[in-house]
């Protein structure tokens, strides 16, 4: 039996997580995939690009794309907006990509609500809160401020991680990206509910 449909693959965490690092690692061995680029309304920093790493709107802009339902989900996280643009995904799912996802539980709770049949979501965490604090401040790029916030998000975060399909313990790249590359690879097999529908309907073929 064989689908054109794409599969939505979620990656959940707190920041610091090494999420992207893990993404790198893989991105070059999963087939055709899509990389969901979310829309935000922080501020863009030293080093990045629009359209690269986020497409950066003003809150205006924003605020008029959820009236007019032109995102998958959205959420307010730490002051700023983020969301994922509903045209580009179902785009990339029509064309039978696996589309990726980096946001947060609030995202995922909202991807699953409408998607839910052809999402794997994974929660990629540091061994303990203690390692997640060593990886913030050694990034230097955040305040001590916007460390401690994001830390205090990442102690509500953990809470539900029985939400998710997995738990990926991020304590050694090489071994934890060879653990998501094999759940990548099997997202893809998530069969669709009008397929399976289509195939029960038709599996009594017997006259």
Not at 19 to 24: C, F, G, H, T, V
Not at 66 to 94: D, P, Q, R
Not at 196 to 204: G, M, R, S, T
């Amino acid at each position: 039996m064989n689908w054109k449909s794409g599969a939505i693959l979620v990656l959940s965490g707190p920041s610091g997580a090494g999420k992207s690092s893990l993404l790198k690692e893989i991105i070059n061995d999963i087939g055709d995939c899509y990389f969901s680029i979310s829309t935000t309304t922080r501020e863009i920093r030293n080093g990045e690009t629009d359209g690269v790493e986020y497409h950066f709107v003003s809150e205006e802009e924003f605020k008029k794309d959820i009236k007019e339902e032109n995102f998958l989900e959205y959420a307010l996280v730490h002051g700023n907006y983020y969301g994922t643009s509903l045209k580009a995904v179902k785009e990339a799912l029509n064309n039978g990509k696996l589309v990726l996802f980096d946001i947060d539980v609030q995202g995922n709770t909202l991807v699953n609500n409408r998607l839910g049949d052809i999402t794997t979501s994974v929660f990629i965490s540091p061994p303990t809160l203690s390692e997640l604090k060593k990886r913030l401040v050694a990034r230097s790029t955040d305040s001590q401020e916007v460390i401690d916030r994001r830390i205090k998000m990442a102690k509500r975060e953990i809470q539900r991680i029985s939400e998710y399909d997995y738990l990926l313990i991020n304590d050694d790249l090489k071994k934890a990206a060879e653990i998501l590359r094999i759940i990548a690879k099997a997202a893809r097999m998530k069969i669709p509910d009008n397929v399976i529908n289509e195939f029960v309907q038709n599996w009594e073929d017997v006259e």
